[in-house]
């Protein structure tokens, strides 16, 4: 390196950096032999760059922003002094001996009175220097407290506490003479009786501080010792918490980052809510360590592991023991005779330790209490409480290593998952619905097992017959256990509603509720839960009476049980909405879904996620009975809610956006319908999969809308995908499906395909939902509107009148009345009957003007037209008077809201026709031209309208017809 | 513990270093140090969720705001102010990353921080902890035959600024930083040890 100035490679790198690598090899080459060390590292320093493209390529936060972000949080300066106090100082009464240990917020000093009132020696702990944060002190405080509340021979007893000269708190400890319990056991090669009598007296004294509501929470070796006595006594309650004091006991980062990882059990590293059973599994790693000299755990626990870490994934203690020490591999427990230790450890004690390290804190010993039974058993030789892992258990594992990943089957679990995270995030401590949760689980993957593709039927297997096996087998196999066999079936049963299996579903209901009423009795708040279930079953099948009837059947008794903010108890008030709509009763409807809101925003907040889906809930019942204007702002407050708050799930968020877009719909605003139904559908897959039933019954809507914008090949894709997804599960909204489909090719005038999809609508409906359901006869309304466009005007007419009939009778299908009265009506004027077709048409304008509280609206514009069209047909002046300003007003309103729309054609050619008829031939030449230009574009020169309109336009000619014209008059007449 | 007032304080002590007061240069260090913790803290605590989102540029560019703008630094003093915070960012995260590698061979309690799913699993971690160290080496000897390129490094990697904003610490144009950039890295890359999958 030159004196003073940068080394040669530099100047030398930015000077070959650029060359392309054959030209720079050569000038390497030439410089070698010259300065081949020069050389030699240049040519290291261009191979290391090549070698590693990714390596610093970003900065280290944007790398490993959770070390970046821990090293900068820390709350110790590095530089911060450590000096420990020195003998002899005082701290209140007492003199300080000298420091025993450090941990992580604390100094333990041993310390005796200095007045000399008691010879006694003690622990002095004290907060370390520079670590007196708000934090830390409070954790001290608390921890003082926790061990005044604890009164226990296997707990180191808090004898005072005070405050330091220096300000630091600190508190004084009965003090404790002994050694670690592993290394206590090492030394002395303690036989196997006295190891499980040891972790017997620990296990005491953790019961014993359970027992006061405290979970210690850093139970390892160091913290647990033995005295000369054998006494095992606890120490060290730094980071224990006190049960219930926070709602749901989670571990905060801070807590986190103090704990010791060979020793925390899943939950804790995870982040989820501590319980007693998080002290078991410390007992269970302590245990497998006296037991085989060895960690339950490789070296690092990864965190993928750790979330899959489960009992039988350990290595059974007796393998270990069997296995001669390998090498580098030490016994860190002192084992006397491995063999002997192995020959008594096989069997119930190995049962006894996975037990106690189950990942699922619901399935390790419940308490440290009846960890210590077990072993008091084993050591008297009786029977131990634990069973291994169930077969059932076992098998769910198996099948889950198995890819089981048929559509139907990810479509079955999807559902499933998604509505229990509903359940449960609706639940919050939702400790019995999650064990349920647990058991539904298992057996469903057990009948997963039974649909092993290597096993028979293969992977064609559908949900419905996964859940037909699962409620059989719940029926023939859980006898032994009735409460939750019928709980069982009752969830099968929302399941398959939620799936539309109706008929399964309501059996699967029935059985539980027989099951419950036995067991209960009736007016059961059990019986009463089966009872909704049944209801929600009846109203999914249109049988809305007998819904009504088994609602307020289940009433009394959800009323009496369950709070009115419980999930049961608003399952069943929103079902109770619903009906009440269909009933007529759409005032008290609206007012329970508002009571729901209601109750959110006082529970949760007005902006809570909560408040946010129940407006959500308030928007589609107003929606369900036509208040549109309401339910839309209902909808965008939910909606605003949601996307504001980072907790609403995906899933939520897509909900709210898919009923907006409905909405939206309604008012004919068909872009930004398409808009929210497309953001709702990349939420929904990038939460449920592609394959997801939600994901069909949102690409049916958006096909829909898709198809009124004339966006046909996109709309026909969005309707067969969502038939794909459903077919397997031979699921209802594949009618829907189909008859947007058919609408999608009646929009292209492809009427014959449209007919055979509005046949396989009604021939899929049929026996699927009962004779008076609203799709049924909307499939038959759609046949009818086939057999009008087709020109098959008789039948038509008789499958219109059966359509218009039938929804006649329920004042609540109104929007079927008003589309059936129109077709119908074109059907009447199509046969010579204006007079007919008039009332008619006046009578669908009508019913539209309130269904929707504005004539600014498609279907009124269309209406419009239409009676224009009777007035027309009727021919007197009277009649062409009133049919003017009434095509003027949809043709003003089409050109309003989309200037491109597809029927506005029509519109100018009725308006051109009119105006013809009222000898008005300027205005007709005008609109006819219009009308001609349009539709030569949109629906070509061939097209019959464009004939028509190109035809009418000539004949409003001024002059006389040129010979031309006339020819081609005649040729088309 | 923060002195009455920052940013008078910065102004005296970078004064105090340009005199080459050794005393002067540490109490510095500390300040910014200490200042880039309780920004750190409270970043972290707005956000919420710890180890998530934190952005350690934007925290230096606080930290220069808070301490050393409303002092009015000369472009020189600005520099300085920088290539320190730069500085006391490697030297909190190989101190870290230290600390932890002697807890894992001691055996003793080894922090984890485990923060959602994107927390790198314990593998990489340790593997990254390693790389830090034998990265940290690497760049003394890299100081060894070019400070500048030093400072380099420890504005781009550990303080996270951009090539335009090293351009103007270090009175370069963006594109001489991001040749010099190249330089000091293909000297890490052939310092460190052999290549393989690292989370650096």
């Not at chain 1, 370390?128 to 708000?134: A, F, H, I, L, T």
Request: proline share 6%; with cysteine; net charge neutral.
């Amino acid at each position: 390196m030159p004196p003073g100035g940068e080394p040669d490679w530099l100047r030398w790198f930015d000077e070959l950096a650029d060359l392309p690598p054959a030209e720079r090899s050569a000038r390497l080459a030439g410089l070698a032999g010259d300065q081949p060390e020069l050389a030699d590292r240049l040519e290291r320093l261009f191979a290391a760059e090549e070698g590693a493209p990714q390596l610093l390529s970003r900065p280290v936060v944007e790398r490993a922003p959770g070390l970046v972000a821990a090293a900068l949080a820390r709350d110790a300066e590095p530089e911060a002094p450590r000096e420990e106090l020195a003998p002899g100082t005082r701290v209140g009464p007492y003199r300080l001996l000298g420091l025993l240990g450090r941990g992580g917020m604390g100094e333990v000093y041993l310390a005796e009175r200095a007045d000399g009132v008691f010879e006694q020696r003690v622990a002095l702990k004290l907060v370390k220097r520079g670590m007196d944060s708000e934090e830390i002190v409070r954790r001290f405080h608390r921890e003082r407290q926790i061990l005044a509340r604890l009164e226990h021979p296997g707990i180191a007893r808090i004898v005072d506490g005070g405050t330091a000269p220096d300000g630091r708190p600190y508190f004084v400890l009965e003090l404790v003479e002994g050694e670690p319990i592993l290394s206590h056991c090492r030394r002395t090669g303690l036989p196997l009786e006295d190891r499980l009598r040891l972790v017997i007296g620990a296990c005491e004294a953790v019961d014993a501080a359970h027992r006061n509501l405290v979970v210690h929470r850093d139970l390892k070796p160091s913290n647990l010792l033995v005295t000369a006595e054998g006494q095992v006594k606890l120490l060290d309650f730094g980071i224990a918490k006190l049960l219930g004091e926070e709602a749901a006991g989670l571990t905060t980062q801070h807590e986190r980052s103090l704990l010791t990882p060979a020793y925390a059990a899943p939950e804790q590293i995870l982040g989820e809510p501590v319980t007693t059973a998080t002290d078991v599994y410390a007992l269970g790693v302590i245990l497998y360590e006296l037991l085989t000299g060895r960690s339950p755990h490789p070296r690092k626990r990864s965190l993928p592991a750790i979330q899959g870490e489960e009992g039988e994934t350990m290595e059974r203690p007796s393998a270990i023991l069997r296995r001669a020490t390998p090498d580098g591999e030490e016994d860190a427990a002192g084992i006397p005779d491995r063999q002997r230790f192995a020959r008594r450890v096989q069997g119930d004690l190995d049962t006894v330790v996975l037990a106690a390290l189950r990942r699922d804190p619901e399935r390790r010993y419940r308490s440290a209490a009846d960890l210590a039974i077990d072993l008091r058993r084993f050591l008297e030789g009786r029977p131990i409480q634990a069973r291994a892992d169930s077969v059932l258990y076992r098998a769910r594992k198996l099948v889950l290593r198995h890819k089981l990943a048929t559509a139907a089957i990810a479509a079955a679990i999807l559902s499933l998952v998604a509505g229990f995270a509903i359940s449960l995030r609706e639940a919050e401590i939702a400790r019995a619905q999650a064990r349920r949760a647990e058991r539904v689980k298992e057996l469903l993957v057990s009948v997963f097992r039974e649909a092993d593709p290597q096993k028979g039927k293969g992977p064609n297997v559908t949900a419905g017959e996964i859940l037909d096996a699962g409620a059989r087998r719940v029926e023939t196999e859980m006898g032994a256990e009735p409460e939750v066999q019928a709980e069982l079936l009752d969830a099968i049963a929302q399941i398959q509603l939620s799936l539309g299996l109706f008929d399964p579903a309501t059996e699967a209901a029935k059985a539980s509720l027989a099951q419950r009423r036995k067991l209960f009795g009736a007016n059961s708040a059990e019986e009463a839960l089966s009872l909704t279930t049944l209801a929600e079953v009846s109203s999914g099948l249109g049988r809305l009476d007998e819904a009504q009837r088994l609602a307020e059947e289940a009433r009394p008794a959800v009323e009496r049980r369950f709070d009115p903010e419980s999930p049961e108890r608003q399952r069943l008030t929103l079902l109770r909405a619903f009906l009440f709509h269909h009933q007529g009763e759409r005032e008290k409807a609206v007012v329970l879904a508002q009571e729901l809101a209601e109750s959110a925003r006082r529970r949760f907040g007005p902006k809570s996620v909560e408040t946010g889906h129940r407006l959500v809930v308030v928007a589609a019942t107003l929606a369900g009975f036509s208040r549109f204007a309401e339910a839309e702002q209902a909808i965008r407050e939910g909606l605003a809610i949601l996307e504001a708050s980072p907790e609403a799930t995906p899933y939520q968020r897509a909900e709210a956006r898919e009923l907006l877009a409905n909405l939206l719909e309604f008012r004919s605003l068909h872009q930004e319908a398409v808009t929210h139904y497309a953001a709702a559908l990349d939420l929904q897959r990038a939460a449920l999969g592609p394959k997801h039933v939600k994901i069909a019954s949102t690409l049916i809507p958006y096909g829909y809308a898709l198809s009124e914008m004339r966006r046909y090949p996109e709309a026909e894709k969005a309707l067969r995908e969502a038939i794909r997804i459903l077919e397997p599960i031979d699921h209802y909204q594949i009618g829907s499906a189909r008859n947007y489909l058919g609408f999608c090719f009646l929009g292209q005038e492809r009427y014959a395909e449209a007919e055979q999809e509005f046949i396989a609508m009604e021939r899929f409906l049929r026996g699927k939902v009962g004779a008076d359901h609203p799709a049924l006869w909307g499939a038959r309304l759609s046949q009818g509107l086939a057999q009008l466009r087709l020109g098959r005007l008789e039948e038509a007419e008789s499958t219109l009148s059966q359509v218009v009939a039938h929804f006649e009778r329920n004042e609540q299908e109104r929007d079927g009345v008003r589309s059936a009265l129109k077709h119908l009506g074109e059907v009447a004027r199509l046969r010579g009957r204006p007079a007919e077709a008039l009332a008619m048409h006046r009578r669908a304008r009508d019913i539209e003007i309130r269904l929707f509280g504005t004539t600014a609206q498609d279907g009124v514009a269309f209406s419009n037209y239409l009676i224009a069209l009777d007035l027309l047909d009727l021919g007197d002046p009277e009649s062409l008077a009133e049919a003017r300003p009434l095509i003027d007003e949809a043709i003003s309103f089409l050109r309003r809201s989309n200037a491109k729309h597809p029927t506005l054609d029509k519109f100018l050619l009725a308006s051109g026709r009119i105006a013809l008829a009222a000898g008005d031939r300027a205005r007709a030449r005008q609109d006819l031209a219009e009308a001609a230009d349009r539709m030569r574009r949109h629906r070509g020169g061939d097209h019959p309208l464009t004939r028509e309109a190109e035809a009418l336009l000539r004949s409003a000619e001024p002059s006389p017809p040129d010979p031309l014209s006339q020819r081609e008059r005649g040729k088309n007449q | 513990m923060l002195p009455q007032n920052p940013t008078h304080e910065i102004t005296r002590l970078l004064a105090a270093v340009r005199d080459g007061d050794r005393a002067a240069s540490d109490a510095l260090f500390a300040s910014v140090y200490r200042e880039l913790h309780r920004l750190a803290h409270a970043q972290l605590a707005a956000r919420g969720r710890p180890g998530e989102t934190l952005d350690t540029t934007a925290l230096v560019h606080e930290a220069y705001l808070r301490l050393a703008q409303p002092a009015g630094l000369s472009a020189e003093d600005r520099a300085h102010f920088f290539n320190l915070a730069a500085r006391v960012m490697r030297h909190v995260v190989v101190d870290y990353a230290r600390q932890r590698d002697a807890a894992k061979r001691s055996g003793e309690v080894v922090r984890i921080e485990v923060g959602g799913p994107r927390e790198p699993a314990a593998e990489a971690d340790a593997r990254l902890t390693e790389d830090l160290l034998a990265l940290d080496a690497s760049l003394e000897r890299l100081e060894a035959e070019s400070p500048r390129l030093a400072r380099l490094v420890e504005l781009r990697f550990f303080a996270g600024l951009s090539f335009a904003e090293i351009g103007e610490v270090q009175g370069l144009t963006e594109r001489t930083a991001k040749r010099d950039w190249r330089k000091a890295r293909a000297f890490l890359l052939a310092e460190l040890s052999p290549p393989g999958p690292s989370p650096l």
